[in-house]
């Protein structure tokens, strides 16, 4: 990131914080006071997320005071084509494609028996980052082949490993 | 001291089992595979591992544990020296010098270099976690609720101030996301449910193991898948094992990077990879003209100390943990997680119901740090191969171990769903430059907070007093308010006004 970017960054995220250091102050002032249960004032639950939230806020203030000063809240509006560009880049489409595959593949869990999400999520992410698209299948199924073997062979090993050794009741 | 030598003996005996030694062995190369694989780091090995783990008995657990975090704070150093990418980010500064050597077709002694540093900078370590841990135990055991409040603070406050070197800001604010994190769920005083907007999942609270794995784990392979491909150096690995008088000629840097390791290991929160920087900036400043000019081209002083410094601070890291329960590095958080989760309670009243298990982690450690050596020494050709793994095989099968890892400790898919929330996150985060070790820190921490500071307004009747009038309180107030005002560019500003009359004065 640019210094300028950078700084807009900063000011959109202590606008943010801000808002949300101010919430769990108000949410901690809401909590019961302990008084109520006959117990001392001072052991209310709202005290220390209380504090935390004062802090935030303050911590976050002194950052948009700081990205203010450094031309963070001038430009804010991003530049005719700059948001296409960004997904054009190739990192940002690897970036989506690994939290999608990854999210997808999450969300599927608990839904179907484990080794079948498992088996098809470690298959589409090889395959996803290592088949060329654009070129002919038959040089590449030596390929899909070894995304195929490492998918089951990792599937498999996880079940058993985990399931069997571990005990542990798998989604 | 004879008790102490006869408990570390006990412990020391008691791990002479096969049993225990080949799972020292195969944790500590898990460890150097793991280390060494750009994108995983020692904190994921060691979290992952935890979850692995958490059905063998405590000693055996704690064992791997330790193992796993020595080995992959070392195994960095590999790709490090072969290609010049660490493989943790504390083996950063190993790259300055290690690669060069490489380059120049010494990556055998490179690598010889970088293992005895690693050897000697734990066993420095080790000798401190040995005499410095009933120490600070009997010390600690006179601290009370007003120096946990203070010692929570502090932590988050020097370790955002290492860890966010340029801009502290991002670093404290990340340590205070965290201690809010903390507070999610029943408090542990009237068991009220905080922050959980009436859903049964968090009114649990967000599990430590989950939140790290996915701010160590899933945010490093979104990171790592990012970018397309890494360019595998064929370096030729001649002799490895290095010469006793290459050693002794800089046995000041040995003793210098340990002890600094050491100490940096020990303050909260703040790891290896400051304890590596620090100790290579030390090792340049003191070294002689003509080894100083060879810094950042292939220094073997240099590579000796980052890799003494980082190992050193392992030991040094465990220290708070086993005495103050206040984790002093970013895998030292995973590890006093997992002693929590085996029954082991560390923290003051160690050294009083269970002094044998203090002497018992020196013995891992001890272990490991052979185990370690060894290994180091041993297995470098055929390692060498695991790094030339593409990223985009690599990376589903470590993304699976995060999603078991995050489930198996308690069986919710919510913990899961914690991970790729935290991953996320703490990708965003990332990339806008605010450092996760003091949001991990924050969580931790979270809880010694709120329960410490409630506690001691109920002792004063709310009379904020002692907090600033106990020494060592008042040691940690003003410690805590020269790094913030240090930082501070009107401080700054002043101080140098300040200089300036006074060196006019002088002209």
Redesign the interface.
Same mark, same amino acid.
């Given at each position: 990131?640019t210094d300028k970017s950078?700084a807009k %960054?900063?000011f959109i995220?202590s606008l943010t =914080?801000l808002a949300f250091g101010i919430a769990?102050v108000v =949410?901690s002032i809401q909590?019961?006071m302990?008084t109520d249960?006959n117990?001392?004032?001072?052991?209310?639950?709202?005290?220390?997320?209380g504090?935390?939230?004062a802090? =935030?806020s303050l =911590?976050?203030f002194?950052?948009l005071l700081?990205s203010i000063r450094h031309g963070g809240a001038s430009g804010l509006a991003p530049k005719p084509g700059a948001v296409k560009r960004l997904f054009a880049q190739?990192?940002t489409a690897?970036?989506l494609?690994?939290?999608g595959l990854?999210?997808a593949?999450?969300l599927l !869990?608990?839904k179907l028996w484990f080794p079948i999400p498992?088996f098809f999520? %470690?298959f589409a992410?090889?395959v996803l980052?290592?088949y060329d698209f654009k070129s002919a299948f038959k040089p590449q199924i030596r390929k899909v082949a070894? %995304?195929f073997a490492? %998918?089951l062979v990792?599937?498999a090993l *996880?079940t058993l490993v985990?399931q069997g050794l571990? !005990? *542990?009741? !798998?989604? | 001291m004879f008790q102490g030598l006869t408990l570390f003996g006990q412990a020391l005996f008691s791990f002479m089992t096969w049993q225990t030694l080949i799972n020292a062995i195969w944790a500590t190369e898990l460890g150097i595979i793991i280390g060494m694989l750009p994108g995983l780091t020692a904190t994921m090995g060691v979290a992952l591992l935890t979850t692995l783990t958490y059905t063998l008995a405590p000693n055996d657990a704690i064992m791997i544990l330790i193992c796993m975090y020595i080995g992959a704070i070392y195994g960095g150093s590999r790709s490090a020296i072969l290609l010049n990418i660490p493989g943790t980010p504390a083996n950063a500064a190993t790259t300055l010098d290690g690669f060069p050597l490489a380059k120049a077709g010494k990556a055998g002694k490179a690598i010889g270099i970088a293992t005895t540093g690693s050897f000697l900078g734990s066993v420095i370590g080790m000798l401190f976690l040995a005499v410095f841990t009933p120490l600070i135990g009997s010390v600690a055991l006179s601290f009370q609720s007003f120096e946990f409040v203070w010692f929570s603070i502090f932590g988050i406050i020097i370790c955002g101030n290492l860890t966010a070197p340029k801009d502290p800001l991002k670093g404290w604010i990340a340590g205070f996301i965290g201690l809010f994190v903390a507070m999610i769920g029943m408090e542990g005083i009237h068991a009220y449910v905080r922050f959980s907007f009436g859903s049964t999942d968090l009114s649990g609270g967000i599990s430590l193991i989950p939140a790290m794995v996915g701010t160590f784990g899933f945010a490093e392979i979104i990171s790592v898948m990012r970018y397309s491909k890494v360019e595998v150096v064929n370096s030729e690995i001649g002799r490895i094992v290095p010469r006793p008088s290459e050693l002794l000629k800089y046995w000041k840097t040995i003793i210098r990077s340990g002890v600094v390791g050491t100490f940096i290991g020990a303050i909260p929160g703040v790891g290896e990879d400051i304890a590596a920087w620090v100790s290579y900036d030390l090792a340049k400043r003191s070294a002689k003209p003509e080894e100083r000019e060879l810094f950042g081209h292939g220094s073997v002083e240099g590579l000796l100390a980052s890799e003494t410094g980082n190992n050193a601070c392992v030991p040094g890291a465990i220290i708070p943990v086993l005495t103050l329960a206040i984790p002093g590095s970013a895998p030292a958080a995973v590890l006093l997680g997992a002693m929590l989760i085996h029954g082991v309670r560390p923290g003051p009243l160690i050294m009083l119901e269970s002094p044998l298990f203090v002497y018992q982690v020196i013995a891992m450690v001890l272990i490991a740090t052979i185990a370690m050596f060894v290994l180091g020494l041993t297995m470098v050709r055929p390692l060498v191969k695991v790094l030339q793994v593409p990223r985009q095989k690599l990376m589903p099968v470590v993304f699976l171990l995060c999603v078991v890892g995050s489930y198996a400790l308690q069986s919710r898919l919510f913990d899961v769903g914690v991970m790729i929330v935290f991953g996320i996150i703490g990708f965003v985060l990332r990339e806008m430059e605010y450092p996760m070790a003091p949001l991990v820190l924050g969580i931790i921490l979270g809880d010694i907070l709120d329960k410490n500071l409630r506690r001691a307004l109920i002792l004063s009747n709310g009379d904020i007093g002692p907090f600033f009038t106990r020494p060592i309180c008042l040691g940690l107030f003003l410690l805590t308010m020269l790094i913030v005002l240090g930082r501070a560019k009107w401080v700054k500003g002043l101080m140098a006004k300040i200089r300036k009359p006074k060196a006019d004065a002088k002209a």
């Open positions: 990131m950078m %960054a900063d995220t =914080l769990i =949410l909590m019961p302990a249960a117990q001392s004032k001072f052991s209310a639950p709202g005290i220390v997320p504090f935390i939230g802090m =935030l =911590l976050s002194a950052m700081r190739e990192t690897r970036i494609k690994t939290t990854c999210v593949y999450v !869990l608990g498992t999520f %470690a992410f090889i980052f290592e070894m %995304a490492i %998918a990792s599937t *996880v985990f571990f !005990l *542990v009741n !798998l989604p | -």
